[in-house]
């Protein structure tokens, strides 16, 4: 017995007394183009009675490996992470590529999990935003042996993967010149806590420590940082600049002869002016401030923030450049041996001199304390 033919779009059109191309366009909700209501009605009940079944659409399993580029961030409150994502997203979106955005808020728990999620969701590339934490260092190892992994880092770790790299030490001391070439000698330095997992705030301090010490001036720099709970809790808006704020809070209760404090990035930086304000201490009048990473508020007018720009969006930019390259590598073989190719990419970072910073004030050291 033969087999049952094969109901067509054409036997349907035959049946509706229409076209072959307005019954596909019908059937396949094509909303752009419109019929009147009794051609649609004409098309499908044709269709039914003639048990007409739509094909499925092929789906290509490669489409989203092909497309999909996960970024590990550690805190989307402070701008400078936000930063290095438009640099990412800006050239992303030029190739085609989407993201996914995993925000670890610096939880083991959360950055294991979305390590585990990289299986199921098949990336061409993955990029890190920060160095990964120690006990996950194999597994992005691991993962950069399939895929192509690059990560935004201190210049002083060591991976085995593609690096945009930052000297920390470099920033300190960049800061710690400045001052010391304007006259300042009693300095604090505001940070995060500093602990082990977060070797680049550490590099950072210590670049700074360094050219006060090599003045001979190193036991005049208070460093105060934050408890090393603040990184366990859940990164909330205003976290960086409650460490400035609070902790200049403590410093100027403890401290009545700095002239100059400095926050590890500008979010700090920018708690360190309120507390300022607050206590009626004019900048930099009275006390000079400084930050680090040139984000998009230093440079407004109310802030004029002294600052660090060591080019941020450009290193979003590049580490999806340095993705991008190495799918083209694999994609195009001109020979037998898969090539293996390392990236490192610096740029030098400037300073950047707005109204925070000045001269010290002549007779700072006798400046009453303020109830």
């Not at 009147?36 to 989203?64: D, I």
């Not at 997203?89 to 190739?95: G, I, S």
Request: contains cysteine; positive net charge.
């Amino acid at each position: 017995m033969a087999g049952k033919k094969k109901v067509t779009s054409t036997d349907i059109a035959r049946a509706a007394g229409v076209s072959q191309a307005t019954v596909s366009m019908v059937l396949n909700r094509k909303y752009n183009v419109s019929f009147s209501k009794e051609t649609v009605r004409k098309v499908e009940e044709a269709a039914k009675e003639l048990g007409y079944v739509l094909p499925k659409r092929k789906v290509r399993k490669e489409s989203r490996r092909e497309k999909l580029l996960v970024v590990f961030c550690s805190n989307l409150t402070n701008p400078y992470y936000v930063m290095l994502l438009q640099g990412i997203e800006l050239r992303a979106k030029e190739q085609g590529y989407g993201l996914f955005v995993c925000n670890t808020q610096r939880d083991l728990r959360m950055e294991e999990r979305y390590l585990k999620m990289m299986n199921e969701l098949h990336p061409v590339g993955i990029i890190y935003t920060c160095n990964p934490s120690h006990c996950f260092m194999d597994t992005v190892e691991k993962l950069a042996e399939e895929i192509p992994v690059v990560i935004v880092n201190n210049q002083n770790e060591h991976l085995n993967v593609d690096a945009v790299e930052l000297d920390n030490s470099k920033l300190g001391r960049i800061m710690a010149r400045h001052l010391l070439e304007l006259g300042h000698r009693k300095v604090a330095y505001i940070a995060p806590p500093l602990t082990v997992r977060q070797k680049q705030r550490s590099k950072r301090v210590e670049g700074f420590l360094k050219e006060f010490e090599k003045a001979g001036l190193r036991d005049q720099v208070i460093i105060k940082a934050a408890d090393e709970e603040i990184d366990l809790d859940i990164a909330h808006i205003d976290s960086e600049y409650k460490i400035g704020y609070d902790l200049t809070k403590e410093l100027l209760a403890e401290q009545q002869d700095v002239t100059a404090i400095v926050g590890l990035n500008d979010m700090i930086a920018f708690g360190i002016l309120d507390a300022l304000q607050e206590a009626k201490l004019k900048v930099p009048g009275d006390v000079s401030v400084m930050g680090c990473d040139n984000t998009l508020f230093a440079s407004m007018h109310k802030m004029s923030l002294t600052t660090i720009e060591h080019f941020v969006i450009f290193k979003g930019r590049d580490a999806c450049d340095i993705i991008m390259k190495k799918i083209d590598s694999r994609r195009e073989k001109y020979t037998d041996v898969e090539p293996i190719s390392t990236y490192h990419v610096e740029y030098e970072p400037r300073l950047i001199v707005r109204g925070t910073t000045s001269y010290p004030k002549s007779g700072t050291k006798s400046r009453k304390k303020k109830n």
